[in-house]
């Protein structure tokens, strides 16, 4: 399976949340057991991390509704640069299977009030 493509737009210094429902063949995929994490950087040879969100930060997994939530608070990005970068999505089963979910641009655009 090939990871999806999705860009993300967040406005700087703005809440951010969305919700993604993983199915296969119309399927809800039980996430229960899986561990999430996603990174942004400024492209793919990058070795330094914008952002790192895991289930302890930022990731959450709704178990049998298949749902990954990834959430920002106004404070995380008021404190990023804004700015377009790269981000993917992976999720690791219990059994150790590595699935990259989704991928694409992550863009920062900048606040104007603050």
Same mark, same amino acid.
């Given at each position: ?79 990023? @640069? ?10 690791? $089963?219990?059994?150790? @299977? ?10 920062? $655009?900048?606040? @104007?009030?603050?």
């Amino acid at each position: 399976m090939s990871a999806g493509q999705l860009d993300i737009n967040v406005e700087q210094g703005a809440t951010y949340s969305q919700t993604l429902t993983w199915k296969i063949n119309d399927a809800l995929v039980n996430l229960t057991g899986y561990t999430a994490r996603m990174q942004v950087r400024e492209d793919v040879t990058s070795t330094s991390t914008i952002i790192s969100l895991t289930q302890a930060a930022g990731l959450t997994l709704g178990g049998a509704a298949g749902t990954i939530v990834i959430a920002l608070t106004a404070t995380q990005t008021a404190a990023l @640069v804004s700015g377009n970068y790269v981000y993917d999505l992976e999720l690791a $089963s219990s059994g150790g @299977v590595v699935t990259r979910l989704i991928q694409g641009d992550f863009n920062i $655009s900048p606040e @104007v009030t603050r």
